[in-house]
Nanobody
Framework: QLQASGGGLVQAGGSLRLSCAASGRTFSRYTMGWFRQAPGKEREFVAGISRSGYTYYADSVKGRFSISRDNAKNTVYLQMNSLKPEDTAVYYC?????????????????WGQGTLVTVSS
């Protein structure tokens, strides 16, 4: 089970940190990803971190967002800086039992409930 939190309202240029807490004892074996879905748009990949710590980002967030994980706390984070209005979306965390990051949501096994990020201009 995944529980995402940390969303909210922020002005453009601001920062937020999302957290995704996982239950269970095998968190470290999972590759984790963050996806987002804006109103009227399809879900898109944002960032991923493999179980070995390899990270991968969508071009739209590269240099502004940073994904990390704390296996001792069963938690993955998404630090979002220099936020833009186009970052407004519901953000979802996801987990896949694989060693590689995937940008395809269909390749993730578990999903959190989503947390809303709103960036005002």
């Amino acid at each position: 089970q995944l529980q995402a939190s940390g969303g909210g309202l922020v002005q453009a240029g601001g920062s937020l940190r999302l957290s995704c807490a996982a239950s269970g004892r095998t968190f470290s074996r999972y590759t984790m990803g963050w996806f987002r879905q804006a109103p009227g748009k399809e879900r898109e990949f944002v960032a991923g971190i493999s179980r070995s710590g390899y990270t991968y980002y969508a071009d739209s967030v590269k240099g502004r967002f940073s994904i990390s994980r704390d296996n001792a706390k069963n938690t993955v984070y998404l630090q979002m800086n220099s936020l833009k209005p186009e970052d407004t979306a519901v953000y979802y965390c996801a987990a896949r039992d694989d060693m590689f990051v995937s940008i395809r949501g269909g390749e993730y096994d578990y999903w959190g409930q989503g947390t809303l990020v709103t960036v005002s201009s």
